[in-house]
């Protein structure tokens, strides 16, 4: 289903969303931005699972796959409370992963979270009205968005900016 955003159009001619969607068509996403204190570089990465789940194996394969294998040196790894956020496959990363530390936010505190400014960007900012006819063309656009946003630095940097906690000194991911 589109998600319906405020919008503006001409007096007495409401906009209309037409779709094909069923309730259950969807595609899921994980993401983490990560932080470089060296290089003073914020990171994108991300994975998109149309018509699927984000469990904690697919989470744990995804932080293996898509950022451990691109980051060097140390990785703080700070997420939500999530249930894909923990659990066996989380504790055999980190076994796996000696340079890898774990910590959680608290509890229902979003504003400390990066990637929850990340979220807003892009399902209202960007994919609000969007009406996708099929889930291949709703991934096909996520991609699409998430990779120009990878691109912008100073929109990166305002996810950071917008979470209140200090990121001095930390390669971090979220």
Known sequence: MPLVCRTLAHRGQTPRLVHRA???DKVSVAA??????????????????PNGYVNAE?????????????????????????SMHKGP????????????????????APEFNPTEPLWKHTKLDELGNFVPMTVSELDHEIHRCLDHTREDQNCLRSFFAT?????AGLTGLF
Do not use: K, N
């Open 22 to 24: 069923r309730h259950r």
């Open 58 to 82: 697919a989470y744990a394969a995804f932080v293996r796959r898509s950022v451990l294998r691109h980051q060097r040196g140390p990785v703080i790894l700070i997420h939500d409370q999530g």
């Open 163 to 167: 979470a209140r906690l200090s990121w």
């Open 32 to 49: 983490a931005l990560t932080l470089s204190p060296i290089r003073r570089h914020i990171g994108l990465h991300y994975q998109t699972f």
């Open 89 to 108: 496959f989380l504790r055999a990363l980190a076994a796996d992963h000696p340079r890898l530390e774990m910590h959680f936010l608290p509890g229902y």
